[in-house]
């Protein structure tokens, strides 16, 4: 399947989102505050809310795939579940919302058998109260549920490389899923030394997207926690010598390129060297076009 690794992560997003927009939906009713029209960013039957476009994901992505793994197909039922009951819960939020007020401006002038109707009308919008606050309690542990299965999955794609810099750049939204305790599990789980190789995996990351200014930053943050981290120093300087060179900033890439090149590295980084040669090639380019003007 074409860019599958975006794909895991837009549907891992999705579901951040879905468990997001249930936390709201869950708050506004304490309040007292919650309405059909807000509830359709979280479940809708158009394909906008986050939980149908989540739905659909799975759909695509683990349905009809014979190489699906079983945790995936696990997860595709759990969303389809998890939608068809939302979808109650949205039905008997709008019958609470349109017909339960007309309960209570009963109009003048109604015969027996028209009270009549409006007071069965009346018991069912208390059934449909009972049933909004039932399924509520119902979505919560099936996203609960959902939240687990997610973290298995996270673990089970840890050969994405956009993998790193998500969990990265979503820290919040996961602690406020799985707790800070959780997180730091679910850290440890996929980089065995923690925040340091999660720096490390996400840096280099958005090194191979060409990212350059985060990237750089990134191991500058990292050499700085560890001054003799020399892997990191290196792809620092990689990092700058194209920062510099996009920037039109020539003579200090050449300065950052140099620098590395003259590095003593592992052979893993050989690669990066060639690059580098090639780039000072350019950068010489760059400065005598400059000169000449």
């Keep these: 399947m074409a860019n599958l690794e975006k794909k895991q992560i837009d549907f891992i997003k999705e579901s951040i989102c879905v468990y997001t927009k249930y936390l709201e939906c869950k708050t506004l009713f304490k309040k007292d505050q919650l309405s059909f029209a807000n509830i359709e960013e979280f479940i809708d039957d158009k394909g906008k809310s986050c939980l149908f476009k989540l739905k659909e994901m799975c759909h695509e992505l683990f349905r009809t795939s014979d190489e699906a793994h079983h945790r995936e197909k696990l997860y595709d039922i759990t969303v389809g579940y998890i939608f068809h009951e939302a979808m109650k819960l949205r039905e008997n939020l709008y019958q609470l919302e349109y017909y339960r007020p007309n309960c209570d401006k009963v109009p003048e002038g109604l015969t027996d058998f028209e009270r009549k109707i409006v007071r069965e009308i009346e018991i069912l919008t208390k059934k449909a109260d009972k049933r909004l606050k039932e399924g509520l309690k119902e979505i ?12 298995g999955l996270i673990r089970l794609y840890d050969n994405n490389y956009l993998i790193p810099r998500f969990v990265l750049e979503n820290e919040k939204a996961l602690v406020t899923m799985y707790g800070k305790k959780g997180f730091e599990i679910l850290l440890n789980d996929l980089y065995n030394d923690g ?24 191991f500058k943050k990292i050499s700085k926690m560890d001054n003799e981290n020399k892997k990191a120093i290196f792809y620092y300087m990689y990092a700058s010598a194209f920062y510099f060179y996009f920037k039109n900033m020539f003579s200090r890439s050449l300065v950052f390129a140099q620098n590395a090149i003259g590095m003593d590295v592992e052979d893993e980084l050989m690669q990066y060297k060639g690059l580098l040669h090639n780039l000072t090639v350019d950068i010489s380019k760059e400065i005598k076009k400059t000169k000449s003007k």
């Design 195 to 218: 925040r340091p190789l999660l720096l490390h995996m996400a840096a280099k990351s958005y090194l191979e997207s060409e990212y350059y200014e985060i990237a750089r930053n990134l």
């Design 140 to 151: 919560r542990v099936l996203l609960k549920e959902l939240a687990g299965q997610l973290k």
